[in-house]
Structures are given as C-alpha cells and as structure tokens.
C-alpha cells in the first residue's frame, strides 16, 4: 500500500512521535510505502508533497512542531476541494491517509471518509478538548511548560507584590488552565466554562495581600467576564470560522489595577506553550497512537480515529471526534475553588 500522511491545524507537540512510529512500523513490519503531505489539507488539494520513509524520519521522536508542515487550510471551504483531492491522491497512487490534527482537520477526514477515501484519524490538540478521547498528545508538555512558567513567577510577584496573569491557551476549554494553575498553586483560575464576576476576582486578590502573598491569576484565552460586566474586543475570523483569541490578560490587568489599586501585571504563554521537545508522557501516546494507526490502515480500516480510554488504545468512529467538544466539568472546576483566594 501507499500510505500519506499530513499534520493539520495548530501544531503540538508529539506530532514527530506519531509519525515515526507508523512510518517505522508501517515500512518494516508491514512493508508499506509512505508519502507525506506539506502543510495539513493544503498538501492534498495542491499535490505538495514529500518523501516520507524510515530515513527522513530519524532522530524525529523528540523534536517539537512537525516535520510535515501544518496549516489551517479547510478544503471543504473551496469549491470541489474534495474532488481535487481525490484526484490528486489517484494520481500519486495513494491508497490511505492518515490524518493527524484535531477537531477542524479530523472534521474534513470525516467528509472525506464518507467520499469514499480511505482515511484513518489521529487526535492531537494542546487543549485537550477532543470528545472521544481521553487525553490528546501535547496537553502533558503545554501544561507543563505553563506550571515552569507560573513557578517561576510566584517569585517574581512576591518580590514586586504584585497582581501577575498568565494567560493560557484554551480557546473553548479549560484544561489548560485549570491543570497548570492547579499544579502552579495560582489563586484565582478562570475558565472559558464558567463566566466570571470580576468582583469576585478582586475579592480573591484583596484577600491573598491580606495574607502577605502576591496573588497569581492564571486565565485561558477564551475565558469570558459575566454577561454586561467588562467589555471585550472581538477579533478576525480563521478558515475555519475561529475567531483569533488572545487579549483577555491585558483587559484583566487593567481592570484589576483600577478596582484594586495593586499593580497588576500581565505574561502571555502564547505559542511557547506549543514549541520545543514533547514530555516523555506525550512521546509515548504520540507513539502508541502512530503504531494503533497503522495497524488500523494495514487492516484496512476507514473512517475511523485512534483514541485512548483508561490505558488502551481503541478506535472510534471519526465522526465521534467531532460531535462533542470535552470542556472542563463544572464539578471539577468546583474542586479546585477551595486554592482560590
Ligand atoms: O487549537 C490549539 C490552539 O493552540 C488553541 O489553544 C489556540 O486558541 C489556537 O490553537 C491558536 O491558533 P493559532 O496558532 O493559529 O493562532
């Protein structure tokens, strides 16, 4: 068989991983060739590819990004984008796809699939809020590398006594957040599940200076104030109608500082939470994931996508990743209430 391979949407962590172990086991296991595909669907619609075999995918497993390329390209948005890839995939002899990516680009492997290409999924995504999934690869290191950064602020707002905000990333989940302001110790964690009261932010902030400690407030990206309570700006539409987040830090420092009177200071993690070498947890889902997809292409499985549950690897429908975004329960984030303050 002639297998491709694309990485779509925002990259992660863990995405070398997944695609060294199906092309280590796919070529030497089951003798199968590979062909990668450049910068997620924009690969297939435009015939951009790459050699893709045991060679070029050496010394990968802890390299951050993917050596594919990623994009936000949504062939469903251009007219007989389907058919096109379809067309190129027959031209180039290629029999499978394995498509890494989260919710938007597993959206158009489920179209796909039902076009009748053979087309298996694999979840990443550092927000970790795919439905059929226990954990996606990548929300290990992104939390990660926000808990490195929140450590090392308590020191800093302690020196300064200082109000310090991380933002997160999170566009509408909370995993993130809640994760690494719960291993960072933060005071106050907001989440885009549960609207928040500026009032009571600053209540919590008075009530940590009371105790002689800075307050540390982490919010994701998609957090959002209670309806008429503080305004924010909306920003530009993606591809796949997202809107470009980022900005609810900046609004927070402001609106803490003129109703508490500390100074307020702002960090945005951004894309650093993204980069570099994947944690050793997220290496071997990646991997346990690449090894379950190829066995699912060898077995000439469709329309379907690897996920974890509990410790195994199972699959699910393709259709599965995408009908239900998992957002943080409001039970669990009720747990962590009694840190904040
Ligand atoms: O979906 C993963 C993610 O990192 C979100 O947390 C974030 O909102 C978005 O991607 C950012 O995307 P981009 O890198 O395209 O700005």
């Known amino acids: ?27 030497e296991v089951y003798g199968h060739e590979f062909l990668g595909f450049r910068d997620g669907w924009k690969g297939p619609l435009e015939n951009v590819t790459m050699p893709l075999d045991v060679g070029t995918t050496r010394g990968i497993l802890p390299r951050g990004g993917t050596i ?8 469903l948005k251009v007219d007989g984008g389907v058919d096109r890839i379809q067309a190129n995939l027959d031209s180039l002899g290629v029999d499978a796809l394995i498509a890494i990516g989260g919710e938007d680009t597993l959206g158009v492997a489920t179209a796909l699939a039902s076009a009748g290409v053979t087309v298996v999924g694999v979840p990443k995504t550092i927000d970790n809020d795919l439905g059929a999934t226990d954990y996606t690869f990548g929300f290990d290191t992104a939390v990660q590398i926000a808990v490195d950064a929140i450590d090392r602020l308590h020191t800093t707002a302690e020196s300064h006594h200082r ?18 302001g719960l291993a960072g110790g933060a005071n106050v964690i907001l ?34 104030p209670k309806e008429g309570t503080m305004e924010l700006q909306a920003g530009e539409l993606d591809a796949f109608g997202h809107v470009r987040l980022g900005g609810i830090g900046q609004v927070l420092e402001r ?14 993690l951004g894309h650093v939470q993204r980069g570099g070498t994947p944690t050793a947890y997220d290496r071997v889902l990646a991997t346990r994931f690449g090894l379950h997809a190829i066995d699912a292409v060898h077995e000439g499985e469709s329309g379907v996508m690897v996920a974890l549950r509990g410790t195994e690897i199972v699959r699910v429908p393709l259709s599965a990743a995408t009908s239900e975004l ?3 329960p409001l039970e669990r984030y009720e747990e962590v209430e009694v840190f904040f303050g």
């Open 191 to 224: 989440i885009p599940e549960r609207p928040f009261d500026i009032d009571q932010v600053c209540a919590y902030i008075e009530h940590r200076f009371a105790s002689h400690y800075s307050p540390i407030v982490v919010v994701a990206e998609g957090a959002q």
């Open 68 to 75: 594919l390329g990623s994009s936000r390209t949504n062939p």
């Open 255 to 268: 609106e803490i500082q003129a109703r508490t009177g500390y100074e307020s200071r702002q960090t945005v």
């Open 326 to 328: 998992k957002t943080v």
């Open 1 to 27: 068989m002639r297998i491709g391979v694309l990485t779509g949407g925002g990259d992660c962590p863990g995405l070398n991983a997944v695609i060294r172990a199906a092309v280590r086991k796919g070529s």
């Open 163 to 180: 109000v310090l905000i991380v933002e997160v990333m999170g566009r509408h989940a909370g995993w993130i957040a809640l994760h690494s």
